[in-house]
């Protein structure tokens, strides 16, 4: 009876993971519990403090508790055990999260704080890395049960701060973790408001807010690295729905066709919509202006198209602005069913293949829709 219960209870657990949905969170080991103690105490600087322990890389979404509304900042401290085993993944290679009904993100490190997206509860995972997400809400693929189960001990302390996070940590320090994340929260790059890393891919510091004057935008900046950030929407796609953007090239990164799987380094501004699909807008260094094209990598050739609108290095360093019809470009470098709505804009800077930066700022982002114009950069 006992045997068959557990079964149960295994499939149904299998299910919420596969699904993506949260189940109640672990209870956290004794030095994860000791800083949540402390962390409590620190009324001052701290609204709320949770830990969560995962025991295996199979426990999927757990739970926090930690409430939270659109624009607080958190931080999420992973502890891994004394004995964790040589050449193994770190926790923070690891950590993705999520906030509310909000979509999934990667940490990029044991130490991450961010500013929730969404009102809600946040929750946390341990991906294995070999693995890609169903959807971006974090849905595990079938492939999880296919893997070994691996213990991993890991606890995952999250911390919603009163106000800004910087005093508030630095009123921590004394705290071995907190002064960790005050470190990485000083040296990291800010996201400009309402952006977070796609939910497809690792975080990456490729991507900083920028200003001049009344002027406000991105700059992404890859070399040996690649990254990607959203901001959602969520607007319908008619005929008369149109972006603007301004571009500014410094450096054209690709060493051969952009067409080519071996040379595709570029940056470019996109439009994600509700089918999947992704048209990505940007300067070619070896494409000529006017072309369009499925991305040549693996996966992201069912996914993405891009468009060149500039081509060549005439012009790099100065500002130029774009205004796109979004469905007519749909129409002619996709094809097929129109999709119905936008559901946000990426940001792209790819420096992976060729070893030389990609280096491009994009700013006073506007998207037109619905009766509706969206200024991405708020």
């Given at each position: 009876?006992h045997?068959?219960?557990s079964?149960?209870l295994s499939a149904?657990?299998?299910?919420?993971?596969?699904?993506?949905?949260?189940?109640?969170?672990?209870?956290?080991e004794s030095?994860?519990?000791?800083?949540?103690?402390?962390?409590?105490?620190?009324?001052d600087?701290?609204a709320?403090?949770?830990?969560?322990?995962f025991?295996?890389t199979h426990?999927?979404?757990?739970?926090t508790g930690?409430?939270?509304?659109?624009?607080?900042?958190?931080?999420?401290l992973?502890i891994?055990?004394a004995?964790?085993?040589?050449g193994?993944?770190?926790a923070?290679d690891?950590?993705w999260?999520?906030s509310?009904?909000?979509?999934?993100?990667?940490?990029?490190?044991?130490?991450?704080?961010?500013?929730?997206?969404?009102?809600g509860e946040i929750?946390?995972?341990?991906?294995p890395?070999?693995?890609?997400?169903?959807?971006?809400?974090?849905?595990?693929?079938?492939?999880?049960?296919?893997?070994?189960?691996?213990?991993?001990?890991v606890?995952?302390?999250?911390?919603?701060?009163?106000?800004e996070?910087?005093?508030?940590?630095?009123?921590l320090?004394?705290?071995?973790?907190v002064a960790?994340?005050?470190?990485?929260?000083?040296?990291?790059?800010?996201?400009?408001h309402?952006?977070q890393?796609?939910?497809?891919?690792?975080?990456?510091?490729?991507?900083s807010?920028?200003?001049?004057?009344e002027?406000r935008?991105v700059?992404?900046?890859?070399r040996?690295?690649?990254?990607i950030i959203k901001?959602g929407?969520?607007?319908?796609?008619e005929?008369?729905?149109e972006?603007?953007f301004?571009?500014?090239?410094?450096t054209?990164?690709?060493?051969?066709p952009?067409?080519?799987?071996?040379?595709?380094?570029y940056?470019?501004?996109?439009?994600?919509?509700?089918?999947?699909?992704?048209?990505t807008?940007?300067w070619?260094?070896?494409?000529?202006a006017?072309?369009s094209?499925?991305?040549?990598?693996r996966?992201?050739?069912?996914?993405?198209?891009?468009?060149?609108?500039?081509?060549?290095?005439?012009?790099?360093?100065?500002?130029?602005?774009?205004?796109?019809?979004i469905?007519?470009?749909?129409d002619?470098a996709?094809g097929g069913?129109r999709?119905?709505?936008?559901?946000?804009?990426w940001l792209?800077?790819?420096g992976?293949?060729g070893g030389?930066?990609?280096?491009a700022?994009?700013?006073?982002?506007?998207v037109?829709?619905?009766?509706?114009?969206?200024?991405?950069?708020?």
């Amino acid at each position: 009876m006992h045997s068959t219960l557990s079964a149960v209870l295994s499939a149904v657990l299998a299910a919420f993971v596969g699904a993506g949905l949260v189940v109640p969170a672990r209870i956290a080991e004794s030095e994860a519990a000791a800083l949540v103690e402390r962390l409590r105490a620190s009324r001052d600087e701290v609204a709320a403090a949770t830990a969560v322990h995962f025991a295996s890389t199979h426990d999927g979404w757990l739970a926090t508790g930690l409430e939270v509304a659109a624009g607080q900042s958190v931080t999420l401290l992973a502890i891994e055990p004394a004995n964790a085993a040589a050449g193994a993944a770190s926790a923070g290679d690891l950590l993705w999260v999520r906030s509310g009904e909000g979509e999934a993100f990667h940490a990029g490190g044991a130490h991450h704080t961010f500013r929730a997206n969404d009102d809600g509860e946040i929750a946390v995972a341990l991906r294995p890395a070999r693995l890609r997400w169903a959807d971006c809400r974090g849905s595990f693929p079938a492939e999880l049960a296919e893997l070994e189960r691996t213990a991993l001990g890991v606890d995952v302390v999250a911390v919603a701060w009163r106000g800004e996070p910087e005093p508030a940590m630095t009123a921590l320090t004394e705290l071995a973790p907190v002064a960790a994340a005050l470190a990485r929260y000083r040296s990291a790059p800010r996201l400009p408001h309402g952006f977070q890393p796609l939910c497809h891919l690792r975080n990456s510091p490729v991507f900083s807010a920028w200003t001049d004057g009344e002027r406000r935008g991105v700059r992404g900046q890859a070399r040996g690295s690649a990254g990607i950030i959203k901001r959602g929407l969520d607007l319908p796609l008619e005929d008369s729905s149109e972006i603007t953007f301004s571009w500014r090239y410094d450096t054209l990164p690709a060493q051969g066709p952009e067409t080519d799987p071996r040379h595709h380094d570029y940056s470019s501004i996109a439009i994600e919509l509700d089918n999947g699909q992704d048209i990505t807008w940007m300067w070619g260094t070896h494409v000529a202006a006017g072309t369009s094209f499925r991305c040549p990598l693996r996966w992201w050739d069912e996914r993405e198209t891009h468009i060149v609108l500039q081509s060549g290095n005439q012009g790099l360093g100065e500002w130029f602005t774009h205004t796109r019809k979004i469905a007519e470009d749909y129409d002619k470098a996709v094809g097929g069913r129109r999709p119905q709505r936008i559901m946000g804009v990426w940001l792209i800077s790819v420096g992976a293949f060729g070893g030389e930066l990609a280096d491009a700022t994009f700013a006073d982002v506007t998207v037109r829709s619905g009766g509706r114009a969206v200024e991405v950069f708020d």
